[in-house]
């Protein structure tokens, strides 16, 4: 079973708003990433967690706060957006050891409206 | 920062033709990954190739890997109107609990009925 679940898949969310975003998997990877994408670019990565610490943070600004409270669960918690951060965000997730790379999985993606 | 750049950027095919896709790339990697991504959706994973592998297959696909010439191409044979979606390849230059990838910009593939 290779899937990583988001929800919701739909946000819409005001400038004022604290919201979250939720990620899972099952698979028993130790590394998990939130990427965003706008609309005909392709995904950038912002945050690397891996075995549940945050390893990576693509300068991101402080208002996206990342979480992950277990192995299999990784939130994005948004609070204070601006419109241009309207985006689709993927969560993605990796066995995250070895030296010959591993394979990372997207989810469906969080489709997200900043109002 | 965008480390493969894709090749065409867009490409129009009538079912039943083969259609190849390449990415360039400007640093050493560890392995390189080839995604779909149809509209409005996920990205689904299609390949990993690992920077000692020349040729990589599976179902349709054939990818392969020009380390001395940092590039790589995606063949698909036979193409059918449900390929019809963006292609991205994603290089990762590190490994294991360091892994992350840097995507190019995109190939949009239309396969015509």
């Known amino acids: 079973d290779t899937e990583v679940t988001q929800t919701p898949k739909h946000l819409v969310m005001g400038m004022t708003n604290k919201k979250s975003l939720k990620c899972e998997q099952h698979?028993?990877?130790?590394?998990m990433y939130w990427y965003k994408q706008k609309a005909k670019k392709p995904p950038e990565l912002m945050f690397v967690?891996?075995?549940?610490?945050?390893?990576i943070n693509e300068s991101v600004p402080s208002r996206f706060s990342p979480e992950c409270p277990n192995s299999s669960l990784l939130n994005l918690h948004l609070h204070a957006l601006q419109p241009e951060d309207s985006a689709l965000y993927l969560c993605?997730?990796?066995?995250?050891?070895?030296?010959?790379?591993?394979?990372?999985?997207f989810g469906e993606g969080s489709w997200l409206t900043v109002v | 920062s965008q480390q493969g750049e894709e090749d065409p950027q867009a490409l129009s095919i009538q079912e039943g033709e083969n259609a190849t896709m390449n990415c360039s790339y400007k640093?050493?990697?560890?392995?390189l990954q080839w995604y779909r991504q149809n509209s409005g959706r996920g990205l689904v994973h299609l390949i990993l190739?690992?920077?000692?592998?020349r040729e990589k297959h599976s179902g349709r696909l054939r990818v392969t890997l020009d380390t001395s010439k940092k590039s790589s191409s995606l063949l698909i044979t036979a193409s059918r109107a449900a390929d019809t979606a963006s292609y991205f390849c994603?290089?990762?230059?590190?490994?294991?609990?360091?892994?992350?990838?840097?995507f190019g910009k995109g190939i949009t593939l239309s396969v015509r009925p």
């Open positions: 993605a997730s990796s066995q995250g050891r070895g030296r010959s790379g591993n394979t990372i999985y």
């Open positions: 698979m028993g990877h130790r590394a």
């Open positions: 967690y891996s075995y549940e610490k945050l390893s």
């Open positions: 640093t050493s990697i560890n392995n």
């Open positions: 190739i690992r920077s000692n592998e």
């Open positions: 994603a290089t990762d230059a590190r490994a294991g609990a360091n892994s992350k990838l840097t």
